[in-house]
Nanobody, 124 residues
Framework: EVQLVESGGGLVQAGGSLRLSCAAS????????IGWFRQAPGKEREAISF????????YYADSVKGRFAISSDNAKNTVYLQMNSLKPEDTAVYFC?????????????????WGQGTRVTISS
């Protein structure tokens, strides 16, 4: 059974940090790249970061560049999203998703598997 399980969300004050984890199972981790998306209430799902399993191709949306860092731990089949200098506008449900072949894509429809999401709330 394919599973992507996000964890690490929560409530923090503006300026704080969180580290999200995306644990993958049920598929060959090395064959996929992992993307992080987020969806705020009333807004479309937004691609914010992406990495291949070897950390070779990395993407950040402009909205998070310089504040967020993505990394992949192949030994644990886990991708992390370190989020620093958090702002109230970062409040959203954060999802990880897997795309076969390590293609760089910001389109959610291109992704093969999705996690259930973890909620991040940033208070001002």
């Amino acid at each position: 059974e394919v599973q992507l399980v996000e964890s690490g969300g929560g409530l923090v004050q503006a300026g704080g940090s969180l580290r999200l984890s995306c644990a993958a199972s049920g598929f060959t981790f090395d064959d996929y790249a992992i993307g992080w998306f987020r969806q705020a209430p009333g807004k479309e799902r937004e691609a914010i970061s992406f990495t291949t399993s070897d950390n070779g191709i990395i993407y950040y949306a402009d909205s998070v560049k310089g504040r967020f860092a993505i990394s992949s731990d192949n030994a644990k089949n886990t991708v992390y999203l370190q989020m620093n200098s958090l702002k109230p506008e970062d409040t959203a449900v954060y999802f990880c998703a897997a795309i076969l072949g390590g293609r760089l894509s910001t389109k959610s429809s291109d992704y093969d598997y999705w996690g259930q999401g973890t909620r991040v709330t940033i208070s001002s």
